[in-house]
């Protein structure tokens, strides 16, 4: 599953630049580079490096600024999932985030809702001595360009994997071969681009777990 637009409502590093820029007299036109950013790199446009490194300068952000997003991403949690908290605690064993985001804001978020911290593949913020994010790890496959193919690869997991989520960088898991199904996540944003790639279009997490045969938190899609 992936985090950002997926698992939440919201690209967190967007929402991470809006909280580190605010009061900036440019805070608008940078936020606005840092969102093209992140469309460029969601459709393929652009390589997903690329797009990091460049959202990455623009930030100016601190661990202030990370503790204040957590809090945000509390709250942003895409409803289909909160709904279905039950479901991950009962297949915790069997449910990973995979995210070309960070574990900084993630990993204090998705263990709620019963998925385990060591199921959570995603990159690391690097700091300077005054708590400012200066880059991240290099050496992570998720920093780069078919990161989540990479780290796949290197997991070998075993048995059927299906993948939900609303990015290019999700679609390439299926024209790799590793996964089974690539459900493309739609309850926050549709990109064409991806929606027309994928296996089946998921309106929700209900969706999903509907077309799968899975327990669901209610009646879908009569509710």
């Known amino acids: 599953i992936d985090f950002d637009s997926t698992f939440t409502q919201v690209e967190a590093l967007d929402e991470l630049a809006r909280i580190s820029l605010e009061g900036h007299p440019d805070q608008e036109k940078v936020y606005k580079e840092i969102e093209n950013y992140t469309n460029l790199a969601m459709e393929g446009k652009i390589s997903f490096r690329e797009s990091l490194a460049g959202r990455i300068s623009l930030l100016k952000a601190n661990k202030e600024h990370l503790s204040k997003l957590v809090k945000h991403l509390k709250k942003k949690v895409s409803k289909s999932f909160e709904r279905n908290r039950e479901f991950f605690k009962q297949n915790e064993d069997t449910a990973w985030i995979v995210s070309g985001g960070f574990k900084e804001f993630i990993t204090p978020v998705v263990p709620l809702y019963g998925i385990k911290e060591e199921n959570i593949y995603a990159n690391t913020f690097t700091f300077d001595e005054n708590g400012y994010i200066n880059g991240y790890d290099q050496e992570n496959p998720l920093s780069d360009e078919g990161g989540k193919v990479k780290l796949l690869k290197a997991l070998n997991i075993q048995g059927n994997i299906y993948g939900i989520g609303d990015g290019y960088s999700d679609f390439q ?9 690539f459900f493309a996540f739609t ?9 027309e790639k994928a296996d089946h279009v998921t309106p929700s ?11 669901s938190a209610i009646s879908y899609p009569k509710n």
């Open 205 to 215: 997490f209900d969706e999903f777990l509907y077309v799968n045969n899975l327990p």
């Open 187 to 195: 309850e926050n944003i549709s990109r064409k681009s991806v929606t």
């Open 173 to 181: 898991l299926k024209e790799s071969g590793l996964i089974a199904k």
